[in-house]
């Protein structure tokens, strides 16, 4: 069973970028069968996607976020990453990382709240 | 792209069934989607894979109480029995051409 772990600053100032790692242990990020992902959860708000990657480097971005977004994988540390510029309040979130079963979430991280505060 | 549409609210007693809707917008109705549950405090967990035959596959662990229909548009889940822990928000998913969107979630308050 896959297990995921985000981890990352919990608090980052406004206009820097916020950074998170997804560790996948349980299985192999190369695997061909799944994507690897990112949600987020305003506090008191539903999910939205940010975007996901492929073991081979292929990515797609939520069209809202596309210009703040980098998703990266590191296939030799079976983890990958989110990278959101220029946040503002608007980006504090509870950030889950995810894996995602040919097209549909299948196991969830526990998730990491990022406060955006100077 | 598809968007999917849930009521905010639903309740139901303790013991008794509930039926969830998630509704693909016009253009969309044939879409698989998938079920999420999420307890107060807790990350999300996946709960099935729903097809619009009505054919579902369930996530690891996921009690017998929880299935799937469809008709249409219309997808949804059904508990049964209902307890305690099943208070929680629910949320579909979709995807289109690797973009995905989730619904805005039903909270489920089991009375």
């Known amino acids: 069973q896959l297990q995921l772990q985000e981890s990352g600053p919990g608090l980052v100032k406004p206009s820097e970028t916020l950074s998170l790692t997804c560790t996948v242990s349980?299985?192999?990020?190369?695997?061909?069968?799944?994507?690897w992902g990112w949600i987020r959860q305003p506090p008191g708000k539903g999910l939205e996607w940010i975007g996901s990657?492929?073991?081979?480097?292929?990515?797609y971005y939520n069209p809202s976020l596309k210009s703040r977004v980098t998703i990266s994988v590191d296939t030799s540390k079976n983890q990958f990453s989110l990278k959101l510029s220029s946040v503002t309040a608007a980006d504090t979130a509870v950030y889950y990382c995810?894996?995602?079963?040919?097209?549909?979430?299948?196991?969830w991280g526990q998730g990491t709240l990022v406060t955006v505060s100077s | 792209q598809p968007v999917l549409t849930q009521s905010s609210s639903a309740s139901a007693s303790l013991g008794s069934s509930v039926k969830l809707t998630c509704t693909l917008s016009?253009?969309?109705?044939?879409?698989?989607i998938a079920w999420h549950q999420q307890q107060p405090g807790k990350a999300p967990r996946y709960l099935m894979k729903?097809?619009?035959?009505?054919?579902?596959n369930k996530g690891s662990g996921v009690p017998d109480r929880f299935s799937g229909s469809s008709s249409g548009a219309d997808r949804y889940l059904t508990i049964s029995n209902l307890q305690s822990e099943d208070e929680a928000d629910y949320y579909c998913?979709?995807?289109?051409?690797?973009?995905?969107?989730f619904g805005g979630g039903t909270k489920l308050t089991v009375l």
């Open positions: 995810a894996s995602l079963l040919y097209n549909w979430v299948d196991y």
């Open positions: 349980g299985g192999s990020i190369s695997s061909s069968s799944y994507y």
């Open positions: 990657i492929y073991y081979s480097g292929s990515t």
């Open positions: 016009s253009g969309h109705s044939s879409y698989i």
């Open positions: 729903l097809e619009g035959s009505g054919s579902y």
């Open positions: 998913e979709t995807w289109d051409s690797n973009i995905r969107v």
